[in-house]
């Protein structure tokens, strides 16, 4: 069993920058994934890591501007988000995998957040 619990969401203007992180419990060594839901559409992937932070997997959407990585010390993984854009705005989740291999397929995820609302301004 895993618990996880996202914080780092907030108002930010278009162009900032926001660090999300997401604490876990119980059974930490976790493939962990990056996930977020805007109003009216899909969950969608946004990144992921292996759970000894060797392996990193971004949707291509996401890359050059996010970034993923994970403190195992601290029990915690992060999404660093910069150069921000109104469209960014939604509710983000991290989840965790007992698969093998990194996937962003969303079905592959066997626990999840409460989510973390990221609102990016104009």
């Known amino acids: 069993q895993v618990q996880l619990v996202e914080s780092g969401g907030g108002l930010v203007q278009a162009g900032g920058s926001l660090r999300l992180a997401c604490a876990l419990s119980?059974?930490?060594?976790?493939?962990m994934g990056w996930f977020r839901q805007a109003p009216g559409k899909e969950r969608e992937f946004l990144a992921a890591?292996?759970?000894?932070?060797?392996?990193?997997y971004y949707a291509d959407f996401v890359k050059g501007r996010f970034s993923i990585s994970r403190d195992n010390s601290k029990n915690t993984v992060y999404l660093q988000m910069n150069s921000l854009k109104p469209e960014d705005t939604a509710i983000y989740y991290c989840?965790?995998?007992?698969?093998?291999?990194?996937?962003?397929?969303?079905?592959?995820?066997?626990?999840w957040g409460q989510g973390t609302q990221v609102t990016v301004s104009s």
């Open positions: 989840a965790a995998s007992r698969t093998i291999d990194i996937v962003a397929v969303r079905n592959r995820y066997d626990y």
């Open positions: 890591i292996n759970w000894v932070g060797t392996s990193t």
């Open positions: 119980g059974r930490t060594s976790a493939n």
